[in-house]
């Protein structure tokens, strides 16, 4: 089975701070993406990357980065958390090219304080 | 840049009843996929079905069905013989068929089944 399993399940910062979230997945996808999800507003696409050292930026990237220097692991970074960015964080990820089948991690509730 | 539209925000079906789940999506391409995805409290994703546009058939998953009306662009999904266990957040989702395309989803639909 595939396995995409983000390091945190609930996570507590203070404004100001710089946060990682981490995302690994074990089937050699070419393909990685970061959702935000909230309340009323679905999943909106933060950022993808379609293979190592390359990022695409998504419908909402403001405030955040991203780094993938390997295949496995695919990182949203912020820079300096605010309240706004408090939010459930789902990775996801896929094999590549017109490939549709999308393999989600369980998710990073993050409160920013 | 597509759009997918679920403009029932929250609904509730009787434990065994029939319940249909609306999404509308818009785009200019020809060629692409539709899904459907469940979000238990677990807040795991869950793929319930999906549809290729170059398909007529709607697509079946044992008790689940779409309603797939291309020229319209909806893409409804129906539950039979709701169970309790269908309770969760349901996602309508678009991808184009191109290479490493990202997966636009719409703002779900809330399903409650009550006993």
């Known amino acids: 089975d595939v396995k995409v399993t983000q390091s945190s399940r609930y996570l507590v910062k203070r404004t100001g701070e710089k946060v990682f979230l981490e995302c690994v997945q074990d089937?050699?996808?070419?393909?990685m993406f970061w959702y935000r999800q909230d309340p009323g507003l679905g999943l909106r696409l933060i950022y993808f990357?379609?293979?190592?050292?390359?990022?695409e930026k998504g419908d909402i990237p403001e405030g955040y980065s991203v780094s993938r220097e390997k295949k496995e692991r695919f990182s949203l970074i912020l820079e300096s958390a605010s309240t706004n960015q408090t939010s459930m964080y789902l990775c996801?990820?896929?094999?590549?090219?017109?490939?549709?089948?999308?393999?989600f991690g369980s998710g990073t509730q993050l409160s920013v304080l | 840049a597509q759009t997918v539209t679920q403009s029932q925000p929250e609904m509730s079906v009787q434990e065994a009843e029939t319940v249909t789940l609306s999404c509308t999506y818009d785009?200019?391409?020809?060629?692409?996929?539709l899904f459907w995805y469940k979000q238990p409290p677990s807040r795991q994703m869950i793929l319930v079905i999906r549809?290729?546009?170059?398909?007529?058939q709607n697509a079946t998953e044992n008790r689940f069905s779409v309603n797939f009306q291309k020229a319209a662009k909806s893409f409804s999904l129906k539950i039979s013989d709701s169970q309790l266990g269908d309770t969760a957040m349901y996602f309508c989702?678009?991808?184009?068929?191109?290479?490493?395309?990202?997966?636009?989803f719409g703002k779900g639909t809330r399903l409650s089944v009550i006993a």
């Open positions: 996801a990820s896929r094999w590549g090219g017109a490939n549709e089948k999308l393999f």
């Open positions: 990357s379609y293979d190592v050292k390359m990022k």
């Open positions: 785009t200019s391409e020809s060629n692409y996929y």
């Open positions: 989702a678009f991808m184009k068929r191109a290479g490493n395309t990202p997966l636009v």
């Open positions: 549809q290729e546009a170059y398909k007529q």
């Open positions: 089937m050699d996808h070419e393909n």
